[in-house]
């Protein structure tokens, strides 16, 4: 069964949306000139999205999905066939992929308007303060890491990451981001095992 047109039209400029957020940022954004960019205007958008916060929004949940290596991520958590260090440099290696430095680079850019204009992008922020985290935290809990101790490591690891990327946008070192993280995961994966056999213990 075919889409709506309306539909039709909504995904198209969606689409058109986040291809120019990727490429110009999002700082200096008017409705007039996302509009100009995609071949639509500002009653449109409007009718569509509701507002320039809602269609950013959605725009970098429809870019995010252009990334396939940061879906993988969560699927490489969640296999418990390798060890949990393992896994871990494994995440950060597809997270410091070059081909997701154009998301990297608009991720900072909305955090820090997100950051200085509370309201203006909730949403994005509860996104950045507990996906992350809660996806690390399951596959820690399932470890056997009690729930307090795996949401603790998680909020951890999460923020060594969210540096980790900010050093490989200014620094642009993808080998020294790779050495720290697995320096770092390895004291990480064994904290986590020892927290999981104290449990067990206990």
């Known amino acids: 069964m075919s889409q709506p047109p309306e539909e039709n039209e909504r995904t198209r400029l969606l689409r058109l949306s986040a291809d120019h957020i990727l490429a110009h940022g999002v700082a200096g954004l008017s409705l007039r000139g996302i509009g100009k960019a995609v071949g639509s205007n500002n009653r449109m958008l409007l009718y569509y999205f509701g507002s320039k916060e809602e269609l950013i929004a959605a725009a970098l949940t429809e870019a995010g999905g252009r990334f396939p290596l940061l879906e993988r ?3 490489l958590l969640d296999d418990r066939d390798q060890p949990l260090r393992t896994r ?25 308007l997100a950051g200085y204009q509370r309201g203006r992008f909730d949403a994005f922020l509860d996104a950045v303060a507990t996906t992350w985290r809660g996806r690390v935290a399951t596959a ?6 009690p729930a307090d101790e795996a949401d603790d490591l ?23 981001t ?17 927290a999981a056999c104290s449990r067990s213990l206990g």
């Open 73 to 75: 991520i969560f699927e």
């Open 88 to 112: 871990l440099e494994a995440a950060w290696e597809l997270l410091s992929a070059d081909e997701n430095l154009p998301f990297h680079r608009v991720f900072f850019e909305v955090l820090g």
């Open 140 to 145: 820690l809990s399932a470890e056997g890491v």
């Open 154 to 176: 998680a909020r951890e690891l999460v923020s060594l990451w969210r540096g980790l990327q900010l050093d490989l946008l200014t620094a642009g070192d993808r080998t020294a």
């Open 178 to 194: 790779l050495r720290v993280n697995a320096a770092a995961v390895a004291s990480f994966a064994a904290r986590a095992g020892a």
